[in-house]
Each structure stands twice: as C-alpha cells, then as structure tokens.
C-alpha cells in the first residue's frame, strides 16, 4: 500500500461576523486569515477555494459552524462545498472544533467525563459552552448567549470615555464623530473605534497604551484602570453567564478555554477565574481556535493511501468524527496557548468532534465494500456454506504450517524485548538476535492519546521472552503522529 501524504489542511469557522481560515503547510507555522462574514456562502466557499488553490490544491477542508446549526444547514454546507470544488468536506459544531483545539492545539488534558468550558467573546456577542468528553464524542451539556456583551460594546463604552473626557480639547471634532452626517464622517468614527479596539487588546499585555485618534495632532491614552471601570459591569454579566452554563452541565469541569477575538480584553480571565475558580486558558491566537480545531480533525480524517486506484479515507480509531492522529505540534509557543498572564511572547498561530450528520456514506461501509464483500446476498454467506477463507485467515494458515514445517530443523532463539525502542533500533536488536524475517507496522497515535514518541515501538508479537525459530515471523508495531507512517522508514 502506498500512501500519500497529506502535508496541508484548512479549517474555516463560520457564523460570525468574520470568517476565520487556518492553513497549515506541513510543519511550517498556520497562516490565519480572515475573511468578511457578511459575504454569501456561495462567496466564502470560493475564497477558500481560492485559498486551497494557493496551498496545493489538494489540502483537506474542515468547517467549524454555530452549534444552533442543524443537520439540514449542515448538510447544504457539504453540498455547496462540493460544488465550489472542495471534495468531501469535515463539518462539526465550532465548541467542539475549540474542544480539540484545546485537548491537542495546546495540549491539555481532558478526561472522559470531564467538560471544558468554552467561552466565546466575539465582536458581537458572548457565548458560552460547556463541551463534556464522552466514550465515543463530544457532548452539549449546557450554554447561554447574550448580544449584550461584545467587543463593540467595548468599543463604545470607551468611545463615550474619551469622548467625555477630552470633549473640551476639540469640540467640533467629538460632535462630528458622535454623530457623523456623511460618508466621511463614517469612515471616520470606525477610524477611531479602531484605534480604540487595538488600544483595548494591547493593554491586555501592557499597563498602559496610547489611542492616536486619526486626524491632527490629537494624543489620547487609555489605562488598564480606565478600561477595566468602563466594562467591568459587561464582564461580570458575563461571568454570571458562564456560572450558569456550569451549573446547567452538572458535570465535572476542569478546563476554560477563552477563544474569539475580544477574548483578549483585560479583565475577562481574571473575573472569570474569581468567579469559577478555574484557571482560564488563552491561545496566542484566539479567534482561531475553532478554526485550528477544524483543520486539525480535517487533517486527520484526510484520505491517506490510494486502494485499486481510488483514496480511500483511513479507518480511524476516533472519538466521534475525530480520526486519530495528526501533523506534529510547531514548537512550543507557536501553537500552544499559555496561561493567562504567562509572560511568554506570541507567535504565528498553529495549531471534532461530533461526527458530521451530513457527512457521506460510511467509511466502514466502503471498505467493507472494498474489503470483505463476497457477492451474492449482500456479501453475506448462506447458512450452513462453506466458510470462505479470508485473505488475512489463508496467509495466517500458511504462515503457521510453514512455522510447523520448519521448526524441527532451524535453530530456535529468545525473542528480546524491543518494545519502547525506535523502529530501527528494534530491528537491529531482533537482526542481533538472530531474526531475519522482521514486519514493521504503523499505527497513528491517537489524537487523545497515548502519547509515544515518533518511531517508537509499542508493541511485538511474539512477546519478549518467547522462543521461536529464527525463520520465524516477528511484527513490531510502532507509533507515529505524522500523516504518514512511512516517516519511520
């Protein structure tokens, strides 16, 4: 089997006010872009296409959708990306999306039947969600919203500040961006919300930061203590939010992740962390961690070898949608997101879970299809037929008699112990001992773990300690995390 490696993927979050891409070009850092969220979808899907195009053309595309979103808007979602000529896309809802985002972007733990609390602060609202680990998925178990709490409203609190504070240095200035009468005037005020929105977000890092107001010589400055006195009432509504979410999950939480651009506020972590007594979480890039999470499951559900000349997507051990195993992790404060107030300067952005209601037919079903069909009724054998020996059952025979055959007359050895070695150094060991039919196999780690190291052997058959004849097989099985296990070769 030859595989292919998939070195590219996007994701895209979708239903805010602005559309975010994440794209990753094999182990060089994600590229985050955003895009208008006002365009059509019709419109969206080709800037991706687009984006795609520039990266390859053949990366795989996840998309991270509002929860509300049911299978019926998913399901055009999927149909519209085919025809945008996307292929097979990965759709989950965008808590999830962030949920993976935080178990492997930044690589916390999680625990079956633990939940992490998502909390969004966009541009225009507040959402939070608490996402509970089950066996097989990622599960809803309590949310609540408020459009009355937003990076906007931020923006206008502080807007009215300043505008009341130095009102008497300039008041034909303040009277025409409080009520602007043309177009110029419009582009005016946003000119200074701007200037406003970045002031706000820098101070999150600093103790202070100066808003340059956009005409003129004007120099404003805003504080930490001035911003926080204008949004504090904002940010405690927003922790009761959170407080009720936690209470509606009644579950175990251990985790808060803060995502969406206005996350970055200063203030937020700590009225949340005083409130939950959680310690939040905030990626380098925040308004991307849906995004991430999106492209991280489309990445790991890619298709990866080719079967009688058609892909053929990788049966993967998954908890709901998500496939098992991905790219490597970028060094460490390039994907991972720190705690809040951990001194650590950003870097590019890097680095689902719920399986897709619109997603295609099975992957079980096709390889079944491939694999094990036998014809007639569906594949399935008439009661009291011969049994049809299986390729896999008629290889295991011959190998065993050809075992029995040759026992008596090749000289026997002890099977070392390779385990926890790497998939060469394994070999070798074996060769050393005197084994010369050696198979190596892959398998992909899974994306919540256990961990091993790239080419790291977890497991062989037969057991150390075994004696076996010299011409006998031996199989080590080792790990990889790449999209590829061809990597150990």
Not at 127 to 146: I, K, L, M, Y
Not at 285 to 314: S, W
Request: with cysteine; glycine share 12%; charged share 25%.
């Amino acid at each position: 089997m030859q595989h292919t490696p998939v070195a590219t993927a996007i994701g895209v979050e979708l239903g805010s006010s602005t559309v975010t891409l994440s794209i990753r070009r094999g182990d060089q850092d994600s590229e985050i872009r955003h895009l208008d969220g006002d365009e059509t979808l019709e419109a969206v899907l080709g800037r991706v296409r687009d984006a795609r195009d520039q990266a390859g053309g053949t990366a795989p595309v996840g998309f991270a959708v509002p929860a509300s979103w049911g299978a019926a808007r998913r399901q055009e979602l999927v149909y519209l990306a085919g025809e945008a000529g996307l292929g097979e896309v990965e759709t989950m809802a965008a808590p999830e999306a962030a949920a993976v985002c935080y178990v492997k972007g930044l690589g916390r733990e999680l625990d079956t039947g633990a939940g992490v609390v998502v909390c969004d602060l966009g541009a225009r609202s507040f959402e939070v969600s608490v996402v509970v680990r089950g066996e097989d998925d990622f599960q809803h178990r309590g949310s609540a919203s408020t459009v009355e709490v937003g990076g906007r409203e931020f923006d206008q609190l502080l807007f009215a500040y300043l505008s009341g504070r130095y009102r008497d240095t300039d008041p034909g200035f303040w009277d025409t961006v409080g009520a602007p009468a043309d177009v110029d005037e419009e582009a005016l005020r946003a000119s200074l919300l701007d200037e406003i929105r970045a002031a706000r977000e820098l101070i999150s890092k600093r103790p202070r930061a100066g808003v340059q107001l956009p005409i003129g010589e004007r120099d404003l400055h805003l504080t930490r203590d001035e911003v926080e006195s204008c949004i504090g009432g904002l940010l405690r509504q927003s922790a009761d939010l959170v407080v009720a979410a936690i209470a509606e999950a009644d579950t175990a939480v251990t985790g808060l992740l803060l995502v969406g651009g206005a996350s970055r506020t200063p203030m937020l972590a700590a009225v949340l962390a005083e409130r939950t007594g959680l310690e939040p979480v905030l990626p380098a890039f925040p308004e991307a961690a849906a995004a991430d999470g999106a492209r991280i499951v489309a990445l790991a559900n890619a298709p990866v070898a080719e079967v009688n000349g058609k892909p053929r997507r990788r049966m993967a051990r998954r908890l709901g949608v998500l496939a098992a195993v991905l790219v490597p992790l970028v060094a460490a404060g390039a994907v991972y997101g720190s705690q809040v107030g951990d001194d650590r300067p950003e870097a590019s952005a890097t680095d689902a879970p719920e399986p897709s209601a619109t997603a295609p037919a099975t992957d079980a079903a096709t390889s079944a299809g491939e694999e094990g069909d036998t014809g007639g009724s569906g594949g399935q054998e008439a009661p009291g037929a011969p049994h049809a020996a299986s390729s896999e059952e008629v290889e295991e025979a011959t190998t065993e008699a050809a075992t029995e055959a040759t026992s008596e007359a090749d000289p026997t050895g002890t099977v070392p112990e390779v385990t926890g070695m790497t998939a060469n150094d394994a070999q070798a060991a074996l060769g050393g001992a005197g084994y010369t039919n050696i198979a190596r196999e892959g398998e992909q780690e899974g994306l919540f773990g256990p961990y091993y190291d790239d080419c790291e052997v977890i497991a062989q058959d037969p057991a150390s300690g075994e004696e076996r004849p010299l011409g006998s097989k031996i199989t080590i099985t080792y790990s990889y995390s790449g999209s590829d296990e061809t990597v150990c070769d």
